[in-house]
């Protein structure tokens, strides 16, 4: 009878997902499409941010550590394709064209990564020989942040972009910290307060070992990053736990659409997968299987809706862009492609447990002792306390969410492995989930209070 009715919710579910992910594209074309923006003065604020030397600026990661390097280096695709000249009105709003790359650039007012040197090139006031540069059509990505960024640079400069976007991040993360205050203050009983003690945990969590400071003052993280901190938000002000079917494939649903429109592989997706077991995990009673139900619901229409809304925009890009990019051929690149010998990255389990291990200094303001440390910790308390209960873990989905977030992070590495490999600098960052996750069970049930399992 469970199946189902699981069935059943997963039909159901489907159409959902793909009605709200083409909701969620059309309301994206029309924001790209009638969005104020400036073109003379995005220019103007771009330009002024290369002379300054915004790009350049090597900043400080935290106290903790010596993790510092060109903070905006990720930047400079987006605003790369900010200044793609005029074609027509669709094509401006919608394809995402940036400068072909030519790796015998050489300019020290940017950083050395090719996109950055693509940026400058593409001013012809900077030098005899800049301007003459040919833009040519990504369209793999929908990228929603090139459409933000646009916005935001037609009417402030790049560096009060940035400080806007970090205290837009943390207004969030105190609305999410606020609310949960109030309520665990307004509990009527200790039962009632679980609920937002785990949310005021991820809150602080998310403020202080996330790299909000860093990388929410960047246009390649800042958008998802808002995604996320305003769908935990939702998740306290109508819990999960007690969503119907409906709604349970209407929140994942348009959680999915939205992360898809600023996803680029930066880690949001996977970020997601791992927090939603944990936000419904917060307040569930019941058995474990309806947990695992409704679990597969919110995964299921998630995942749905990220296909769809890249699916969408592939046809779309075909229909009326002129798209002939391969796209599944360069996902598989992203999975187990092979990497150029000078690279001098090795694909191999060593080589990416090494790189984490280094750059686990995101979550610890920069030290890669405090960052292992932390993780290691986290799976311990993950370990003890499934040694303690049980079966009895099923009867604490706090532990179980737990598992299933490290268990995303692990096949996510695995599913991409190549991209996992090349890119710890930011994607280390996830490793936040583990301890999130290890900081919840512990504020909520307190595991190492339990007795010894007894003896069967």
Known sequence: MRINFLAKDLIFGTFISLAVAAGFFIAFVAAALWVPQDQQAIRRHILEAINHGTFNARISYGPAGSIEWPRHTLDCLPVNMMLAPPANRLVDAVSNRSVALNPSWRDARVPEPFDCQALVRAFPELGAGYGDVHFVPSDRYIFGNRVFGRAMLSVMPFGAMASVMQGVAFALLGAIGAVALWRLRNAPD???????????????????????????????????????????????????????????????????????????????????????????????????????????????????????????????????????????????????????????????????????????????????????????????????????????????????????????????????????????????????????????????????????????
């Open 190 to 456: 200790p039962a009632s307060r679980l609920l937002p003690a785990g949310y005021v945990v991820i809150a602080g969590c998310l403020a202080l070992l996330y790299g909000v400071h860093y990388f929410d003052t960047m246009l390649m993280f800042a958008p998802p990053d808002y995604t996320h901190f305003m769908f935990v938000l939702i998740s306290l002000l109508v819990p999960l736990a007690s969503m119907r079917p409906a709604g349970l494939a209407l929140y994942a649903a348009s959680y999915g659409s939205l992360i898809a429109i600023f996803e680029s592989l930066t880690g949001g997706i996977p970020f997601a997968l791992a927090m939603l077991p944990l936000l419904l995990a917060l307040g569930f009673q019941g058995d474990w299987h309806r947990y695992f139900a409704k679990l597969v619901l919110l995964w299921g229409c998630f995942c749905l809706a990220v296909v769809a809304s890249f699916a969408i925009k592939k046809g779309f890009s075909i229909a009326f862009l002129g798209d002939r990019e391969a796209f599944v051929a360069m996902l598989f690149y992203r999975m187990r492609g092979e990497l150029p010998p000078y690279t001098g990255v090795e694909m191999s389990l060593r080589y990416l447990l090494a790189g984490y291990r280094r750059w686990s200094g995101l979550i610890a303001l920069g030290s890669p002792n405090i960052g292992t440390g932390l993780v290691v910790a986290a799976l311990g308390v993950f370990v003890i306390q499934t040694w303690r209960t049980g079966l009895r873990s099923f009867d604490r989905p706090i532990l179980v969410a737990g598992w299933l977030g490290v268990a995303v992070l692990i096949a996510w590495c695995a599913a991409f492995f190549q991209h996992a490999v090349v890119h710890p600098y930011f994607m280390a960052r996830l490793l936040v989930l583990p301890v999130i996750g290890a900081a919840v069970l512990i504020a909520v049930h307190r595991p190492f209070a339990f007795a010894p399992r007894s003896v069967r």
